[in-house]
């Protein structure tokens, strides 16, 4: 390619609408223009960092044994509503009528579509296990689209769709997917993490998330640095800080502080550790039954010190559908504004949920349920009775690793990529079924896989910038060399090393451009910075006389001179060295 042919549009300050690294540098870079709030144009040069990144995902999903369709942008409502999803996905699904006022969604996903698919073609046994994969745009309407493509409305993604005949066989099949996302991201040239996570609005049981690491990622990871133990905050297990309960030596003791609604105010007030402070939630569960509306009041207890996890709140027992409880039912069963709360002496009866830490402590501060009260030295069983024991915080840092290993440590990531053992949730609603050997109906298992496309985008960029511009991992690099020549049209010598070297190249196979535009070398220079080009040649009349050719990495300090005869080989051992 030749700069002259290509669309090259810079600029040297980003729009004031972006906010974060990589929105800027993609937009300064050319590589996406806004046509909308959250909708853009992929311009040439970041179209060809999607087709990069779609090549990889197809090379990998072919060898894994998937195959590849297309499925509808827009899709009939019917099938969402066999699903239910027509009505719980929410605002994030945009929906629309055709002129005959017939319902329709633009996807956010295809589960419903696939499974209609599987539903029409699978009859036997003998045609499972069989995988399904498209990359298609998606569109979710979000309500605060932000951050370029990493929060986009509009976007592309690669999504996955096994069926099984058994448990046994989905789980191998979630296996081999696990197994090529594991390739793509190695292939990306990112730094990533595989974790445990939970399932979210998609269903089903086990699930994996794929993080690219990032200083600016929105998700917390946790980890064992000592062992193979990963999950998303809202996974991770929070084991008890106490391996048996802690002995009461106080007595329960109602004491005054006056204005300290927060645990660390009363911690501060009384000269004692937060870590002795309970943090009080209240939630109210509302069921209704032959048009009568039931509240149930629910106590939830943590450490002073922790942070409830609402992911995990949710999992407890009766608590699905949880909303925090308004201050007249707070009043109205504990007696007293929120601040002073706690599990002794309520007003009126309520469900109590203790964390596994404060289902171990003993001697702790508590709210007396009177303002400005606390209680000091409340124990479990001569106090108040046992509490129901959930894990309910998020974990910190140097907590104990679930897997007896170690401690667990915390860095930040961005979702990219998503693998869920859907098992029959979509199936069974959509009455998917085929026959066994013995002429039976029974239901498919089904497994779902999302990468990313566009996403990949930002979240590598996050990963790998400068105060330059971006710095593309090779792979997926808009391209992976550029040739610099220094007044190419005006010295015959600059040009016929230049076009020799460009022609050797590509006939090597090598994603080059030549840059044959009439630029200053500083304003070259500048543009192949930002967008991110990772090998750089520099040719020029003074090196030329030297015998030299100069070469700069995209994160290389200083460049370094290269003798003309060996400067191909030199830059296709580089290549070949990033592939293996």
Known sequence: MRATRFFISTLKE???DAEIVSHKLMMRAGMIKRLGSGIYNYMPMG????????KIVREEMDRSGAIEMLMPVVQPAELWQETGRWQKYGAELMRVKDRHGRDFIIQPTSEEAITDV???EIKSYRQLP???YHIQTKFRDERRPRFGLMRGREFTMKDAYSFDRDLDGLKKSYQTMYDAYIRIFNRFGLQFRAVAADNGAIGGTGSHEFHVIAETGEDALVYCPTSDY??????AEALSLFSERQAASQALTKTATPGKAKCEDVAELLNIPLQNTVKSIVLTVETEEKDKVTKQVWLLLIRGDHELNEIKASKVPGLANYRFATEEEIVEHFGTKPGYLGPVNTKLPVKVVADRTVAMMGDFVCGANE?????????WGRDLPEPMVADLRNVVAGDPSPDGKGVLAIQRGIEVGHVFQLGTSYSEAMKATFLD??????????GCYGIGITRILGAAIEQNFDDKGIIWPTAIAPF???????GMEKSPAVKEQAEKLYADLLAAGVDVLLDDRDLRPGSMFADWELIGVPHRVVIGDRGLKEGNLEYKGRRDAEASNVAVAEMFSFLTAKLQAKQI
């Open 14 to 16: 980003a729009p004031a």
């Open 47 to 54: 179209l060809r960092v999607i087709r990069k990144v779609e």
């Open 118 to 120: 599987a539903r029409q």
């Open 130 to 132: 069989i995988n399904f």
């Open 230 to 235: 990963a999950a998303n905050m809202e996974a």
């Open 371 to 379: 303002e400005d009260f606390h209680f000091t030295g409340a124990n």
């Open 437 to 446: 050997e013995n002429g039976k109906p029974q239901i498919l298992q089904m």
């Open 480 to 486: 992976e060399v550029v040739i610099c020549p220094m």
